[in-house]
């Protein structure tokens, strides 16, 4: 079983940065899985916010974080990154971090997924 867990959330000022982390615990090897990052906002859908292939040669993006955000991955540590820079009161969600067999952009086309962390900008 995919065990993924996040940190790094809170409370930050419009035009702040924030990193968060996804740790993979137990016996998984995030190697094996394209990763991602998706939110969700008070009274919305989940979206897609970035992702990452297996070995980290490709990243993309959803348009309203391009250029601001940045995902990464370190497979030696069994951790994924996301550094969110120019942080808008729009990007206040709950953040998770996914794992998925294909790299993707769709919500249900992640497998496993963390128990969120809240990312709260304020203007």
């Known amino acids: 079983q995919v065990q993924l867990v996040e940190s790094g959330g809170g409370l930050v000022q419009a035009g702040g940065s924030l990193s968060l982390s996804c740790a993979a615990s137990g016996r998984t090897f995030i190697r094996s899985y394209a990763m991602g990052w998706l939110r969700q906002a008070p009274g919305k859908e989940r979206e897609f916010v970035a992702g990452?292939?297996?070995?980290?040669?490709?990243?993309f993006y959803a348009d309203s974080v391009k250029g601001r955000f940045t995902i990464s991955r370190d497979n030696a540590k069994n951790t994924v990154t996301l550094q969110m820079n120019t942080l808008k009161p729009e990007d206040t969600a709950v953040y998770y971090c996914a794992a998925a067999r294909i790299a993707t952009m769709r919500n249900d086309g992640y497998d496993y997924w963390g128990q969120g962390t809240q990312v709260t900008v304020s203007s």
């Open positions: 990452i292939g297996r070995s980290g040669g490709s990243t």
